[in-house]
């Protein structure tokens, strides 16, 4: 049982490039988010999904965007990267009803 | 609409003192609180939770916390700190049922003084 992963753990991008973010739950859970962390900030809800096939915008989604295929995986995209958008960004899930977000490792991004 | 204010953004305490650790919070409908602790590189954990009930709750590593609704806080503490609790450690709100987002803190980084 992995709980939450996250691909890759470093990536350096220049500005104007794409990637995508994976993250990866094998506990069956319903509800997945996306967060960046950035230096006295918290962490900032970017997008979430409350089930497969759903996505939903949260505090910060411009620039990004998501996709939950399967269940299991909820994909994080740039599509033409910015400088602000360096941060480190975690991926959580959460089990229907339990309240309980299970954060992954995170991926720290630097954009340049 | 919730939101999260955690009073001080360094904490430093002596190695067996009392650790308090202050979360005040916003919320239109009765709130669910965390708190979670991230260690130097590595995501976010769970240390407790309140949801219904109780309103001392007790977590791990010997840290509890007390919902006040009067006072509208959620702080955290724990009686005597040890150095492996050094770390930043986050106050969140949701919504609970229904509105299972998270709203967290700025954060507070906690030092340990030997």
Known sequence: NAGVTQTPKFRVLKTGQSMTLLCAQDMNHEYMYWYRQDPGMGLRLIH???????TAKGEVPDGYNVSRLKKQNFLLGLES???????VYFCASLADRSYEQYFGPGTRLTVT | AQSVTQLGSHVSVSEGALVLLRCNYSSSVPPYLFWYVQYPNQGLQLLLKYTTGATLVKGINGFEAEFKKSETSFHLTKPSAHMSDAAEYFCAVSGGFGNEKLTFGTGTRLTIIP
């Open chain 1, 48 to 54: 979430y999904s409350v089930g497969e096939g759903t």
């Open chain 1, 81 to 87: 990267a910015a400088p602000s958008q360096t941060s």
